[in-house]
Structure formats: C-alpha cells, structure tokens
C-alpha cells in the first residue's frame, strides 16, 4: 500500500501532500471532480459527506458538508480558478467554522506508466494559519482519505 507523505516546514505557511496510485490519471482525476465518486472518499472514515453544489469550470463554487453520528457538521466551500482537467485543479478552501481564512490549494495528476502521482500543495494565508489546520488532526483527516481514495480506485479500476 502507498504512503501518503505530509511535508510542513516550519514557519512557510504551505502544506504539500503527495501519494502514488496504481490507478490512470483520468481516473483519479474523476475520483476528484464527480461528487457521487468524491463523497466515497473525501474526509476521515467516521463522517459523511454530502455535497451541497459542486460547479467544476473556472469561476464556478463548490460547497460541502460533513457530518458525524452525533449530528455535528463541518462546512467547507471554494471556487475553482482556471478550467479543472486531468492536468490539475486549483481552487480556494475555506472552513466554515474559520471564515476569512481561505487557502489555495492546487492537485497535480502525474501520469507515470499506469500509476498516478497525486500533488497536493494548500498555500494558507500565514504560517499560523497553517499551524491551526494542522493542529485540527489534518494529518489524519488526510491519511484516511488518501487511505478511502485509494481503495476506491482499486474498486474502479482493479489492478491486474
């Protein structure tokens, strides 16, 4: 099973994941961009997600909610810049509960015969910006979502 590497440097406000994928890029690209696929895998195991709109192309907003089994839900919503292709996504993420504390966050599908290397790099507004997030369990937050991703990527597209 891959490992997904968590790079944070001290005092850059800038967190970087990356993770290789025994999948094509078309499909891990479609992984991100279709919400039925995107609900399967996005966030920790515990929460549910439920996408409130989702208008991929330049200047369209996305909005989704996670909830837990004790009826607790966590916001977030962007815009996409630029046209999202298997070249990549940016967009601005921003959590409800932290208004005003937008980052941007750009995904790279590298193509690499038959596996895909995903890049992740989220620019926050400042260092302790980043540090909050981090603080919030991220990491694992990250982890069981690359953890979700990858499994259904086996589903869709069983390696041989």
Known sequence: MAMTQIIAE????????????????ELVFRAYTDPGLLVQWLGPRALNVAIDH???????????TSSDADG??????????GMPSPDGIVQTFE??????????????F???AGTTLLTQRTVFQSARDRDTVLQSD???????????????????????
């Open 10 to 25: 001290p005092a850059v406000p800038q967190v970087v994941l990356t993770r290789e994928f025994a999948a094509p890029r």
């Open 54 to 64: 989702f208008d991929l192309r330049h200047g369209g907003t996305w909005r989704y």
């Open 72 to 81: 607790n839900e966590y916001s977030f919503h962007g815009v996409f810049h």
């Open 95 to 108: 959590f409800e509960g932290m208004p005003g504390h937008a980052c941007l966050e750009t995904v790279t």
């Open 110 to 112: 590298t193509e690499r």
């Open 138 to 160: 991220m990491e694992r937050g990250i982890n069981e979502s690359m953890e979700r991703l990858d499994e259904l990527l086996g589903r869709l597209a069983p390696v041989s």
